[in-house]
């Protein structure tokens, strides 16, 4: 019957029926859940079965191609349930849930989850009882250590960036030196482009001998602080690569920037250095023994991260910030306060060696003994320092706010392309790594080519008037550089588009951020100096650069995207600033002085380049600290806070953070803060573990160890509920006492190979010290999980373990009543691996795990497929809405509540909190509360806009609904 009821709704709904992908049957990916899925047919509510030989069960509806929108004739549907089809399939608000196909959901199931909190359970409590103290306290000097490496390493990586940048410009201007004929300039653009191609080529090439060097890491980060495992990632060879593959790449003049590997940089030595060990270098160090557990471990890659960010900015704040807001799912104030010193540790030690050299080049001559050299002219060192601060004039606001919302359409439209991109380059280009390794040097030889005919193309200019020695130097001389080695009269000429094109990264945003002199505003006069670049100049960069930044993006080398983002955001403020200059001057007249000294197309370059950048990465509040920090300009700081929230805004609009699409695009199970999905408060954890018919893998207290090697053999599961039997025709699969991880069961095994015990009932003398020893052998060793390969022997497969000691005591589990929003809400924020759902009883149903929380998941088991209710949209407009809610019942009080069936221990039967019944209508759910008998509801014909035709079986009433 409810077969029936199902598809005559669909029919009078006329619904499109599309393949959703549906996950991995219920609780989460491979590797990761305690529940099976075995079962193969037809699911009632609709869906193929397709049985497989692993652990996946992939269900799709019968109907048309995987993009096609959920309800064809539907246009009042929520945001969060249509995706979009073709060539528009990325073109997503932040409300609307990312849809997997069946493919990229088995991919997903390949990502194991890594654990956060430290097993509770006898061995560890024991082991601590019998320590003085904690001893905790020279985690302090760990986090200092990871400062200062990750702030020489910073030094190591921006001064080889420098040092090959000005070799790389020193090459052009000396060949461009004895110019007289074509043929010249083209002996000069071959060296000019050898130099570039050589570099990408090294580049890449140490990317294909360290595969995980490649990117910027950022997402992998990030991937990994919000609790999913990426191989290799924080590994010693990784470390170099990327070093050196960054510096090669930037230096080479690629549309790159060394900001996001720096990032990966600091993970990775907070990493390192946490552990203690390394089995590259056959090292290891018994002081960092105590931090080898997955809470330190994460700690100290949050640390790392943030000094990582601290020094690429120079912005120990906003790198604090930056983690807590993008990166970090979970983040104690114990922490947070560690990376913070952490941070201060590196910018202190980065800064000190910057002040004293500048492409391995010495500042001043230390042999001097003069004062000054004494006291080694040491200083902070802000990296586009505003070279005029000008108060905050009201009329910049709206200016500033139609900026913000050209900044987060052209964000926006950066991200649907770069997805694009990267979309293609998985399915074409990736395929060879020959391939892979050629995409960068073709890019970076058609962007110098381009860049060097445009720059012949276009005429030099005449400089103009003012100062121009305002500390944007490439070498801290403060030395404005324009390029005029192309000019027929260099002393009075320059070339704007050369300027840009052939100046590094970073003196490409100070010459675009700079500006004019702040003494004289009239009109021809001073102001012009802020003029340096005009309208074509910028309009020829501004298209050039975001087109090839937008291609090398995700390239096969190690490069980031948050220097391209401060150019092309930057390029297009000043484009827009230029407009409000000539729109002031014009409206101030002939018989004005001249306009006030925030109209500069400099301050607007400013607004531009935040805003673009949190149109692209929808960071806020830490991006507005680090736009201060990097350039000092804090009078501005409310048009950029504007600036910044209505670019995010209208980004948010269009598509998911370019960070976010990125894992997505890698079908990372990543669990964003926020999940924007309706109804989730009317679904609950039972809902979520529904489509699983068989009860959990769980563990008596005393298991054979036959059985124990049969579980880890059979299933892939990384823990297993503990339990205390139950009857036989009672609901779950026993009472919950706890969880017990694969790793603790594979060294337990590791041990009972060497050790025979004698007595059947008595638990092997085992304790902390013996399983941390034993987890030693099989790293360093590289021991496969499981041991007796030629087969468990018969006398050792009969004996019995007591479970109990390895079991975590402490770990989470929830109500099967326990709504969606409130799960989520606590699995993200207190860095789970697995949830426990239990009854009333305390009885294991199920285990939710990341993946079921994603939100393609929760879509497909709950709002899309209506677990075991059949709703509609209509429907939950009259359950939700007005229509229900506004109506009154005539007779008053209580005196009797018919209600649906129950089970053995109370609960109502059916799905959710609702507990559906048989399929009836709406009108003949409505209960007189007074006397208990029925009464005519209103029809379904009186509510406006919904069809007249029988509905599916409505939500009982119940106490607590009531």
Not at 14 to 27: C, D, E, F, Y
């Amino acid at each position: 019957s409810y077969s029936f009821c199902t598809l005559l709704v669909m029919s009078q709904k006329r619904w499109s029926m599309q393949p959703t992908m549906v996950g991995l049957g219920g609780s989460g990916g491979s590797g990761d859940f305690g529940v099976p899925r075995r079962r193969s047919g037809t699911d009632p509510t609709g869906y193929v079965v397709v049985p497989t030989d692993d652990e996946h069960d992939y269900y799709m509806w019968q109907g048309t191609g995987w993009d096609d929108e959920v309800l064809s004739d539907s246009g009042d549907e929520d945001e969060a349930m249509r995706p979009r089809r073709g060539v528009f399939r990325d073109l997503e608000s932040k409300k609307m849930a990312h849809r997997f196909t069946p493919m990229e959901e088995a991919r997903m199931a390949k990502f194991e989850s890594i654990d956060y909190w430290i097993s509770n359970n006898r061995l560890y409590r024991d082991n601590l009882e019998k320590m003085k103290k904690e001893g905790r306290g020279t985690k302090w000097i760990v986090y200092a250590l990871i400062g200062l490496t990750v702030g020489l390493l910073s030094f190591i990586l921006m001064n080889t960036i420098e040092f090959l940048s000005d070799k790389r410009r020193t090459i052009l201007q000396d060949a461009l030196k004895d110019w007289k004929s074509d043929s010249d300039k083209w002996v000069a653009f071959s060296l000019w482009a050898a130099f570039s191609v050589v570099c990408i080529a090294v580049s890449t090439g140490l990317c294909g001998l360290w595969p995980y060097a490649a990117g910027s890491g950022v997402p992998d980060v990030m991937a990994y602080l919000n609790g999913v495992m990426f191989p290799k990632v924080f590994n010693l060879r990784t470390l170099i690569g990327k070093i050196i593959s960054c510096s090669l790449a930037v230096a080479g003049g690629l549309p790159v920037g060394p900001e996001g590997p720096m990032i990966h940089i600091g993970a990775l030595v907070g990493a390192g250095l946490g552990t203690g060990r390394s089995r590259t270098l056959g090292k290891s160090s018994e002081f960092f023994g105590k931090y080898r557990n997955p809470r330190d471990h994460r700690d100290f890659i949050t640390g790392g991260a943030c000094a990582g960010v601290a020094c690429a900015f120079s912005a120990p704040i906003g790198g604090l910030l930056f983690v807590v807001e993008e990166m970090s799912s979970f983040f104690s104030k114990k922490a947070m306060w560690m990376a913070f010193f952490s941070s201060l540790m590196a910018i202190i030690t980065a800064n000190t060696l910057n002040s004293k050299f500048s492409g391995y080049e010495l500042r001043d001559d230390l042999s001097n003994r003069c004062s000054e050299s004494l006291s080694w002219n040491a200083q902070f060192t802000i990296l586009f320092k505003a070279n005029v601060l000008e108060n905050v004039n009201l009329l910049s606001v709206p200016f500033t706010l139609v900026l913000g919302i050209f900044c987060g359409l052209a964000g926006a439209l950066f991200t649907f392309f770069n997805i694009k991109v990267v979309r293609y380059r998985m399915h074409k280009i990736n395929k060879s790594t020959t391939t892979r390794m050629l995409e960068p040097l073709v890019i970076i030889l058609a962007f110098v080519t381009l860049s060097f005919v445009f720059v012949y193309s276009l005429p030099c200019k005449t400089k103009p008037g003012g100062p121009f020695d305002l500390n944007y130097g490439t070498n801290g001389t403060g030395e404005l550089k324009f390029f005029d080695a192309i000019c027929s009269n260099p002393d009075k000429e320059y070339h704007p588009l050369g300027t840009l094109a052939f100046a590094s990264a970073d003196d490409c945003v100070r010459l675009l951020l700079r500006r004019g002199d702040p003494t004289d505003r009239t009109k021809g006069g001073p102001l012009e100096g802020s003029k340096i670049f005009d309208y074509d100049d910028l309009a020829l960069w501004f298209l050039l650069y975001a087109i090839f930044a937008c291609w090398s993006a995700g390239t096969y080398l190690a490069c980031g995207l948050v220097v391209p983002m401060l150019i092309i955001g930057s390029t297009m403020g000043r484009i827009y600033g230029l407009a409000v200059v000539d729109l002031m001057q014009n409206l101030a007249g002939e018989d004005c002085n001249g306009v006030d000294g925030w109209v500069d197309p400099g301050v607007f370059a400013l607004f531009g380049a935040a805003g673009f950048f949190a149109g692209v990465s929808r960071l806020t509040f830490s991006l507005c600290v680090i736009m201060l920090e990097i350039t000092g300009d804090l009078p501005h700081l409310p048009n950029i806070m504007l600036c910044v929230m209505v670019a995010k805004t209208v980004a948010d609009s269009f598509t998911h953070a370019l960070y976010h699409a990125l894992l997505e695009l890698k079908c990372v199970p990543f669990l964003d803060f926020d999940i924007h999905l309706p109804y989730l408060d009317c679904y609950t954890a039972r809902d979520l573990i529904k489509s699983n018919p068989t009860r959990p893998v769980c563990l008596q207290i005393k298991e054979s160890i036959g059985h124990i090697m049969h579980c880890l053999h059979d299933t892939p599961h990384n823990a297993f509920p503990v339990v205390a039997p139950i009857p036989s025709d009672a609901e779950g699969a026993g009472i919950y006492k706890g969880t017990v991880l694969r790793s603790q069961l594979e060294q337990l095994l590791w041990f009972v190979e060497n050790v025979e015990s004698t007595n059947r009932d008595a638990t092997p003398k085992l304790d902390y010290d013996t399983m941390t020893a034993i987890r030693e052998k099989i790293f360093w060793e590289r021991l496969d999980g499981l041991p007796f390969k030629e087969g468990l022997p018969t006398d050792i497969s009969e004996k019995i373990i007591d479970l109990l000691p390895l079991t975590n005591t402490s770990g989470f589990c929830v109500p099967e009543t326990f709504a969606v929003s409130a799960t989520y809400t606590l699995f993200r924020g207190m860095g789970l691996r697995h949830l426990v759902v239990v009854n009333n009883m305390n009885s294991v149903l199920g285990i939710i795990t990341r993946k079921d929380l994603v939100a393609h998941n929760i879509l497909k088991h709950t709002i899309e497929g209506n677990v075991g209710s059949g709703l509609t949209s209509d429907d939950h407009k009259l359950v939700f809405g007005s229509p229900l809610h506004t109506h009154h019942y005539a007779p008053s009080g209580i005196d009797s509540l018919k209600l649906g069936p129950t089970d053995s221990y109370g609960n109502r039967r059916g799905s959710g909190n609702f507990g559906y019944n048989t399929p009836t209508t709406r009108a003949q759910s409505m209960l007189n509360i007074s006397t208990g008998v029925r009464t005519q509801s209103p029809s379904l014909s009186d509510v406006p806009g919904t069809p007249t035709s029988p509905k599916p079986a409505g939500p009982s009433i119940q106490a607590d609904q009531h």
